[in-house]
């Protein structure tokens, strides 16, 4: 019909299909990916404040700012330690989860991989609030067994040295079973023949696992290990609820310093400045991960 009426070729009507096609997507790609980030960029260079209407060029000076900054710098500090704590303690427990779960029978799998799942799907803010009672110095559960097998009680959240730490438990546990679901699909795309001519040969469990298992993986491994940073830079709920990043600055990390620099004291050109630098850090390392992927293979 088109090609009758404009008196255009097939291979012009197919393209002209699918522009038109994706021109949604390309749409809702420009105004809610790039052009925030382009915005962000842009108002980085601004002294933005919401409470006053100022909106003055500065050029680079909130990013000099930021290399005087303590609670700034405490943050990426501070972030840096959440991925170091998280991203290790996730990928390894969703791989065993992962074995685990594929060396049990279909109707046992099925059974208990939704149960591992199931925090990726609950909401995050009950998760902070059950967790923050977890962790309670005077009625939490955990000081009550600790108390029961003659243990001293911690003060967990309460503590400078163990806030970080404590919030990082809950971000593996929440995480684990997202990773574990996918290291597993990839363990079912293994094919037997490996294991049977394994066994043949004489190999044991953990050989098998460690000449087998882990090379074959090592793909969704490495995908797995670029989400799992991107997310713990991203890590905001669990720290919100949980200790909104006291006592003091002890588990101040930079989206939550983005959150208060923006909606609290609304300085949103700082707290522009701040997004970028988490950006570009990001970028930086997920090019080295891509890089050190193309390299290993």
């Not at 779960?101 to 990726?120: C, K, M, Q, W």
């Not at 806030?163 to 438990?169: I, N, R």
Request: hydrophobic share 55%; no cysteine; proline share 5%.
């Amino acid at each position: 019909m088109i090609r009758k009426v404009f008196k255009i070729n097939r291979k012009v009507e197919r393209t002209l299909f699918i522009l038109l096609g994706l021109l949604p997507a390309f749409i809702w790609f420009f105004f809610i990916m790039l052009y925030p980030i382009f915005m962000t960029f842009k108002k980085s260079l601004y002294d933005w404040n919401l409470a006053y209407a100022i909106d003055n060029y500065i050029g680079l000076q909130n990013y000099k700012d930021l290399l005087t900054d303590r609670i700034f710098i405490t943050s990426l500090i501070n972030t840096l330690y959440a991925v170091i704590y998280i991203v290790p303690a996730t990928i390894i427990i969703a791989l065993i989860v992962a074995v685990l779960l594929n060396s049990f029978s279909d109707r046992i799998r099925e059974f208990f991989t939704p149960i591992y799942f199931l925090p990726v799907i609950t909401s995050m803010v009950a998760v902070g609030l059950v967790w923050r009672w977890l962790y309670h110095p005077s009625y939490g559960l955990f000081n009550y067994f600790l108390h029961l097998v003659g243990l001293p009680t911690q003060a967990f959240l309460m503590s400078p040295d163990q806030s970080l730490p404590s919030v990082a438990v809950v971000a593996v546990w929440i995480n684990v079973g997202y990773f574990a679901v996918i290291l597993l699909a990839a363990l079912r795309g293994i094919p037997n023949s490996y294991y049977e001519a394994a066994k043949i040969d004489g190999a044991n469990s953990w050989q098998t696992f460690r000449h087998i298992t882990v090379p074959l993986l090592k793909p969704s491994i490495l995908f797995t290990s670029i989400m799992a940073v991107i997310g713990a830079f991203k890590i905001f709920v669990p720290i919100k609820i949980m200790t909104d990043g006291g006592p003091g600055s002890s588990s101040m990390v930079l989206v939550l310093n983005i959150y208060k620099q923006g909606f609290e004291f609304l300085e949103m050109g700082y707290a522009s400045a701040m997004t970028v630098v988490l950006f570009i850090i990001v970028m930086i390392i997920t090019i080295v991960q891509w890089k050190f992927i193309k390299t290993d293979y």
